[in-house]
């Protein structure tokens, strides 16, 4: 038996290469970035108003009423105002326009003043100094070209989508979800609901398989390998070898009991790593091996529920996320409200 530490160091080294595929953005929800990826241009693409209002020159603005002449209209989607600026001109802009060059400020159109009334509008009146830059989103100033918007080995978040997508980045590449092939295996296991007592629910599968999203793979069902099943799973070993499964993963019939055959099939296989019995709890018994001269694994999990829960979240998850080439995860403390005891030895 060997410690959880010793554990990871060992599913550090064994690690599996796994290919990059190129993905429309919006289906890479929870994949992870292949690339570093930077923005291809400004964002805003150009200065644009944040504020409905007016825009004027702020050096035509002085502490005494002034009348400024409203020469046009700009709403969020038109073309440039391509019309000449002179002194003492306005023109009308709603947010994200695009501020005429030659203006250099926004009066909001909660502070104007029209002329000769609001429906008759021919100017509007300003009474204060206007400083320069007031309510303008600056070229660039959400994005600039060359900006790294996704660090490569980044899980992709709906904000990370959201980035892209105002950035027009409509494909990206990432990594291939892994392929993973589950057994539950004993005789006990059953796919029906309504069960005698000697019998037990097959949790385990419709729990992994509901991860699949959020974890980065996709699930592929064996089924259930009954005690006397251990030549059918030697042949899906063996099959695992030339196909696309990158990992099969067994709940149950690890640890050292009379049906107990997982362990003593895998280590029929030349193996590259291997270790069973990590010193844990829940989860004693969990075991890992590598086929020798290829990128197959093979994870064994307790077959109690919260034991393979546990083996999966801490061993199989921070596994794939070393071989998705995902940034590591940070570790999070936290102080305990009250006392708690465990076995020495024992993470």
Request: hydrophobic share 40%; aromatic share 10%; with cysteine.
């Amino acid at each position: 038996m060997i410690s959880y530490i010793q554990a990871r160091a060992i599913l550090n080294k064994a690690k599996i290469k796994i290919s990059d595929e190129i993905i429309n953005t919006t289906d890479s929800l929870n994949r992870v970035s292949a690339l570093n990826i930077k923005s291809q241009s400004n964002h805003p693409a150009d200065n644009n108003a944040a504020f409905d209002g007016f825009a004027v020159r702020s050096k035509d603005t002085k502490n005494l009423s002034q009348k400024f002449k409203i020469i046009g209209s700009i709403a969020a989607g038109h073309k440039p105002f391509k019309k000449k600026i002179k002194k003492f001109d306005a023109v009308e802009i709603m947010t994200g326009g695009i501020i005429p060059k030659g203006f250099d400020t926004i009066i909001p159109i909660e502070q104007i003043v029209f002329s000769p009334n609001k429906k008759n509008a021919q100017y509007i009146l300003v009474s204060k100094k206007i400083r320069k830059n007031e309510h303008v989103r600056f070229l660039g100033s959400d994005y600039k070209k060359n900006d790294l918007i996704i660090k490569k080995g980044t899980i992709i978040h709906s904000t990370h989508i959201l980035a892209l997508k105002t950035l027009g980045i409509s494909k990206i590449k990432v990594k291939r979800k892994p392929n993973i092939l589950f057994f539950s295996t004993g005789n006990e296991i059953s796919n029906k609901d309504n069960i005698p007592n000697w019998q037990v629910r097959n949790s385990n599968s419709h729990y992994i398989k509901s991860l699949e999203s959020n974890f980065l793979f996709n699930f592929i069902s064996g089924g259930i390998l009954k005690d006397n099943h251990e030549h059918l799973f030697k042949k899906q070993i063996k099959k695992l070898v030339n196909s696309k499964i990158d990992m099969i993963i067994t709940s149950g019939a690890v640890s050292a009991g009379k049906f107990d055959f997982v362990p003593s099939v895998i280590n029929s296989f030349n193996l590259s790593n291997y270790f069973k019995g990590v010193a844990i709890r829940p989860g004693k018994p969990v075991l890992f091996a590598k086929i020798k001269g290829k990128q197959k694994v093979i994870f064994g999990l307790p077959g109690n529920p919260i034991s393979s829960a546990a083996c999966f979240r801490f061993f199989v998850y921070p596994f794939l996320m070393n071989s998705l080439g995902a940034s590591p995860e940070k570790p999070i403390k936290a102080i305990l409200k009250n006392s708690f005891q465990k076995k020495k030895d024992f993470t």
